[in-house]
């Protein structure tokens, strides 16, 4: 199983493939979580990449954990992939 997340405007979209056939795409508010039952096969693929893309999960259960921990947390800055983290050196 794998599925890729894209979190944009308060929409989350994922795509998933189950035993390498593909589960096709559902979108739910960033703010509730993703059932099986969510998935269509007639959704389009975006590419993985851009400033929405949350990241690649290994089981659905990932994206929605990733999901609530990201509700959880809502003042502090979301890390988007793409992006360049500074570390400071005191």
């Known amino acids: 199983m794998g ?3 894209w979190i944009e405007d308060g929409i989350a979209r994922a795509e998933g ?4 056939r593909p589960m096709g795409v559902a979108l739910v508010s960033a703010s509730d ?3 099986a039952r969510d ?3 007639r ?3 975006r590419p993985r990449n851009g400033a929405s893309f949350a990241g690649l999960f290994a089981s659905l259960n990932h994206v929605n954990r990733h999901l609530v921990q990201r ?3 809502p003042n502090q800055k979301k890390w988007k992939p793409g992006s ?3 570390l400071a050196i005191i």
């Open 43 to 45: 959704g389009r693929i």
């Open 33 to 35: 979580i993703f059932r």
């Open 39 to 41: 998935f269509d096969r």
């Open 3 to 5: 599925f890729a997340l």
């Open 84 to 86: 360049k983290r500074t």
């Open 17 to 20: 493939t189950h035993e390498y």
């Open 71 to 73: 509700r959880s947390q």
